[in-house]
T-cell receptor
Framework: DTGVSQDPRHKITKRGQNVTFRCDPI?????LYWYRQTLGQGPEFLTY????????KSRLLSDRFSAERPKGSFSTLEIQRTEQGDSAMYLC???????????FGQGTRLTVV | SQQGEEDPQALSIQEGENATMNCSYK?????LQWYRQNSGRGLVHLIL?????REKHSGRLRVTLDTSKKSSSLLITASRAADTASYFC??????????FGQGTELSVKP
C-alpha cells in the first residue's frame, strides 16, 4: 500500500491555459475526494466519487472545473481557462467507504501566472 | 453547513505542556476525523472517532466526542516542537462527505 498519489506535485501555468491533475487512490478504496486549499484556510470541498459515480460537486465550482473517475480507480481533475484565483493546493483523498478513514495525498500546488 | 469549526484558531504553548483543541459541528454525523498539516504539505490522518464512541486514544493523542453537544476535542499530551502544525477536524455526514473548518494553528516552543 503506497498511499494516495498525486501528480504532478507542482504546476505553473499561464492564465487561460488548461491543466489536468491526476490522483491514484489507495488500492481498493471506493471513495475518492477532491479538495482545494489556499494559504491559511481549511480544505474546501470540490467533489467526490463512489467508484466511478460522481456523488456531488460543490456549487462553488464553476463550469471550468470537471472531474472524472472513469474506471473507478484513478481520477483526474481538469481546470479549463485557468484564472489567477485558481492558484491553490489541490488535494485528493480516498477511503474504503463512507465510514472509514480518509487518507490524503501530498497535493498538487497550482500557480497561475 | 455542518463544517467543523475549530477553537482556538491559534495556540502557543511550551514543549512538555498539553494542547487542547476543540471542534464543533452543526448536524448529525457518521464519524469525525482529526488531521494534522505541516506548512505546505498534505493532511496526515491522526484519528477517527465514530458517532457511538465517546473517547479514543492513540499514543499521546486523546479524542473525545459528545454528539449531544455536537463537539469534539483533541488533546495532545507532553507536546513536542515537532507537533507544531495546523490541526483540522472533519465531521463526516451520513453520505460520507468530509467538511473542514479553518483549523487550529499550534505552535510548540522548545
Amino acid at each position: 500500500d503506497t498511499g494516495v498519489s498525486q501528480d504532478p506535485r507542482h504546476k505553473i501555468t499561464k492564465r487561460g491555459q488548461n491543466v489536468t491533475f491526476r490522483c491514484d487512490p489507495i488500492s481498493e478504496h471506493n471513495r475518492l475526494y477532491w479538495y482545494r486549499q489556499t494559504l491559511g484556510q481549511g480544505p474546501e470541498f470540490l467533489t467526490y466519487f463512489q467508484n466511478e459515480a460522481q456523488l456531488e460537486k460543490s456549487r462553488l465550482l464553476s463550469d471550468r472545473f470537471s472531474a472524472e473517475r472513469p474506471k473507478g480507480s484513478f481520477s483526474t481533475l481538469e481546470i479549463q481557462r485557468t484564472e489567477q484565483g485558481d492558484s491553490a493546493m489541490y488535494l485528493c483523498a480516498s477511503s474504503l467507504d463512507r465510514v472509514n478513514e480518509a487518507f490524503f495525498g501530498q497535493g498538487t500546488r497550482l500557480t497561475v501566472v | 453547513s455542518q463544517q467543523g469549526e475549530e477553537d482556538p484558531q491559534a495556540l502557543s504553548i511550551q514543549e512538555g505542556e498539553n494542547a487542547t483543541m476543540n471542534c464543533s459541528y452543526k448536524t448529525s454525523i457518521n464519524n469525525l476525523q482529526w488531521y494534522r498539516q505541516n506548512s505546505g504539505r498534505g493532511l496526515v490522518h491522526l484519528i477517527l472517532i465514530r458517532s457511538n464512541e465517546r473517547e479514543k486514544h492513540s499514543g499521546r493523542l486523546r479524542v473525545t466526542l459528545d454528539t449531544s453537544k455536537k463537539s469534539s476535542s483533541l488533546l495532545i499530551t507532553a507536546s513536542r516542537a515537532a507537533d507544531t502544525a495546523s490541526y483540522f477536524c472533519a465531521p463526516i455526514n451520513q453520505g460520507g462527505k468530509l467538511i473542514f473548518g479553518q483549523g487550529t494553528e499550534l505552535s510548540v516552543k522548545p
